[in-house]
């Protein structure tokens, strides 16, 4: 009989996460939206959805729409029922058609981003996660030009070792991320500090012209090949395809408090199956409380406190935006399936 009841509570468990795995219409969504500069689409999905994770399911690509996959300000959405479900597809400016030539545009807007771009633009484009031994082998700032131990854009600099390429990034050693349960070593954040180009080499002494800096170059900080990657706004809000669990390990700038619009790291990567666009559900930890009849110290459940969506994944570890936070948050706050 107990393995019956077993058996029925899985099964309802199984059809109840069945039954919220799908999207969820907000009741208050729109019927129609304009898109307006300085949206995004989690912006948009959270318009319409209780979900917005669920928007690729509910996005409707209409092939007589130019660029039909990016949404640009003073785009129309609708939302429709085909075949009963929902969607939200674009829709034309206005009724009206016109039999005559015309020349055939794009918008002169960039279309919006998943999220907002500004406040990941230097972890997309130069902050990466490299292994202590390739930080450590790469040439290394000896000073400025005229003596100088500090450098910014315009300047000259000399650095020793061999020239990783004509267009290099001047980065700084900064946090070193291990797992907080096994003490696996997850990653080296290499900080970028600033850009140039190689204009001399001399033996293995190199000399670097900066084009531009976010902050003082100093002596001892190592060059790495500038890869100049692009924003990227292709990835959407979806779910991992794996059950994961993990934990927020760091944020950036080094608060105690964590809140909306910050960046964190995460224990889990792309081995655990996370990729970028994939939302994550953040959990409160509990309070620890001593139990006043045993005296036993115990932990309360974890609370769902936020939202994050991981906009750069590694191997071992991750890069997540907080879009939602419900309440104050905390490096060691649990991190799982939304």
Do not use: C
């Not at 290394?140 to 300047?155: F, H, K, N, W």
């Not at 012209?209 to 790495?224: A, C, K, M, P, Q």
């Amino acid at each position: 009989m107990r393995k019956l009841l077993y058996a029925l509570a899985a099964t309802t468990l199984l059809i109840t996460s069945w039954a919220h795995a799908a999207p969820e219409l907000r009741s208050d969504h729109p019927e129609r939206y304009t898109v307006v500069k300085g949206d995004t689409l989690w912006d948009i999905s959270g318009r319409f959805l209780n979900n917005p994770w669920y928007w690729p399911e509910i996005w409707h690509v209409n092939p007589q729409v130019a660029n039909p996959h990016l949404i640009y300000p003073g785009d129309r959405l609708a939302l429709v029922y085909i075949d009963g479900k929902p969607r939200i597809t674009k829709v034309a400016s206005n009724n009206v058609v016109k039999l005559s030539p015309k020349v055939r545009s794009e918008p002169i807007d960039t279309p919006i981003p998943a999220i907002p771009l500004d406040a990941i633009g230097s972890f997309l484009t130069d902050t990466r996660i490299v292994s202590p031994e390739e930080i450590s082998g790469a040439p290394y700032v000896l000073e400025g030009e005229d003596g100088r131990i500090i450098t910014g854009a315009g300047d000259k600099l000399y650095a020793r070792g061999e020239k990783p390429a004509d267009k290099v990034g001047i980065f700084r050693r900064s946090k070193e991320f291990r797992d907080p349960d096994t003490g696996e070593f997850l990653g080296l954040e290499a900080r970028s500090i600033a850009r140039g180009d190689v204009a001399r080499e001399n033996g293995d002494v190199l000399t670097v012209n900066l084009t531009s800096s976010n902050e003082e170059v100093r002596i001892g900080d190592r060059l790495l090949v500038s890869e100049d990657r692009r924003l990227t706004t292709s990835f959407v809000p979806s779910a991992p395809s794996e059950e994961i669990e993990g934990e927020m390990i760091s944020v950036d700038g080094g608060v105690s408090q964590i809140g909306q619009f910050d960046v964190v790291a995460i224990n889990r990567g792309t081995r655990e199956g996370l990729e970028a666009g994939n939302v994550m559900a953040v959990l409160k930890s509990g309070n620890l409380v001593r139990d006043p009849v045993t005296g036993e110290t115990i932990e309360l459940p974890s609370e769902r406190a936020g939202l994050l969506m991981v906009f750069q994944a590694y191997e071992k570890m991750s890069y997540g935006l907080v879009l939602q936070a419900s309440r104050v948050l905390t490096v060691g706050d649990k991190v799982t399936n939304p």
